[in-house]
């Protein structure tokens, strides 16, 4: 809630709640189906701790997805207790998935399939953002890495 008083976006605020959920994840707390189920649980925990993230629109994801994020938006915006009995039992389904959805390999795979579905205009834009809010040690930095890659692909 802290990024919230900063005045951060809401996707950075959520960032937070994907962050956490991958770190119980890789601790063994709970596992996931996939990587893409681990950051649903995230943006749905964010949703419930009344981030103004809204619900997916129809057709972009399945609509079980879309309904529990619908479920989770509302009870955020009016901050009443979740039930023990079905966190008990959320968790509980959670403890018998694999934690190796949360691997490096698997946030890695998952990302590019995302990526791959946004156009490249817009892939562009968010890079020249990036780099115009890193400040110059970071954008330096990056530009190294950037370079060492394209040595390590142009082979």
Known sequence: MRDKRQGKSPSTQAGEFVHEEIKKIR?????????KQAIAIGLNEAR???????????????EKTRKSAEGAYESGQEHKPISRKRSRARVRALKRESTSSAS????????RTAAKKRTASSRSAAAKKA???KGPRKRSVAAKKAARTRARHSK
């Open 27 to 35: 601790k063994g707390e709970h596992g996931a189906r996939s990587a």
């Open 48 to 62: 419930r701790a009344g981030v103004d993230l809204k619900p997916p629109k129809k057709g972009k994801t399945s």
């Open 104 to 111: 490096h390999s698997a946030l890695s795979k998952q990302a």
């Open 131 to 133: 780099a115009a809010t």
